[in-house]
């Protein structure tokens, strides 16, 4: 499976990640062990979707990066 998923932190501050293995990858950004992330204080995971396909996958975390996917996420996901 594939995953895409949202993490927050107390500032609310929000990160959208893609990964083939979700348990290891939260344990990565909780150890501060992405570059990305190191600066958020407590990362949880608030969200998250599986697929079968990668493509779809990362397409998926593709467009919740950009300007309508910020407002996807905020009025359906979280």
Known sequence: MHYVYILQDERE?????????LKKRIQ???YKEVSTTKIYKE????WY??????????DFEKYL???????FTRKHLI
């Open 13 to 21: 501050k929000l990160y959208v990640g893609y990964s083939g293995d």
């Open 49 to 58: 979707c599986a697929f079968v396909s990668k493509k779809r996958a990362l």
């Open 28 to 30: 990565d950004h909780k």
């Open 43 to 46: 990362p949880r995971l608030i």
């Open 65 to 71: 990066k950009v300007g309508s996917g910020h407002a």
